[in-house]
Nanobody, 125 residues
Framework: QVLLVESGGGLVQAGGSLRLSCAASGRTFGMNGMGWFRQAPGKEREFVAAISWSFGTTYYADSVKGRFTISRDNAENTVTLQMNSLKPEDTAVYYC??????????????????WGQGTQVTVSS
């Protein structure tokens, strides 16, 4: 079992920045990557960004490319999402997820077995 705890959400004005962090604990040796997803009210959970644990390869949704940056600290088992130039449409609950499968792509929710409790990000216009 892997436990994921997110932090760093909040309220920010459009154009501002927020930094989300996710700390993993437990049986982390099986993880091969971590990702961030988000879910806005009335919408499905969507992929935001992901990073491979071994090589640090990053993946981004087109909607956040150039604005968000994902990074990881292998020694601390943490992943961070730096969000800049935030827009009202970025408002959602953001979820951290741990990947332990190579069957599905990093962008697929099915690739992730463990999920955090979510943290609210609200961007006002």
């Amino acid at each position: 079992q892997v436990l994921l705890v997110e932090s760093g959400g909040g309220l920010v004005q459009a154009g501002g920045s927020l930094r989300l962090s996710c700390a993993a604990s437990g049986r982390t040796f099986g993880m091969n990557g971590m990702g961030w997803f988000r879910q806005a009210p009335g919408k499905e959970r969507e992929f935001v960004a992901a990073i491979s644990w071994s090589f640090g390869t990053t993946y981004y949704a087109d909607s956040v490319k150039g604005r968000f940056t994902i990074s990881r600290d292998n020694a601390e088992n943490t992943v961070t999402l730096q969000m800049n130039s935030l827009k009202p449409e970025d408002t959602a609950v953001y979820y951290c997820a741990a990947r332990d499968s190579n069957i599905y792509a990093y962008l697929s929710r099915r690739s992730y077995s463990y999920w955090g409790q979510g943290t609210q990000v609200t961007v006002s216009s």
